[in-house]
């Protein structure tokens, strides 16, 4: 799972880098819906790992 967390915060990451080439009316709504699906996969991330925690 945690490869699995790693290359997912890697895909964020290249986002990141290839939204500052779209064009001026792109960016907004874009940079919003990755910030969003990269904050549900944080908190996804972290509820996972505090279920297997209380579950050991």
């Not at 945690?2 to 997912?8: A, F, H, N």
């Not at 001026?24 to 944080?42: C, E, T």
Request: aromatic share 10%; net charge positive; glycine share 2%.
């Amino acid at each position: 799972m945690k490869k699995q967390i790693k290359r997912t915060r890697m895909f964020f990451e290249e986002v990141e880098k290839g939204i500052s080439e779209l064009s001026a009316a792109s960016k907004w709504p874009v940079n919003i819906q990755h910030r969003h699906y990269q904050s549900i996969f944080d908190i996804n991330t972290e509820c996972n790992y505090n279920q297997s925690s209380t579950q050991n």
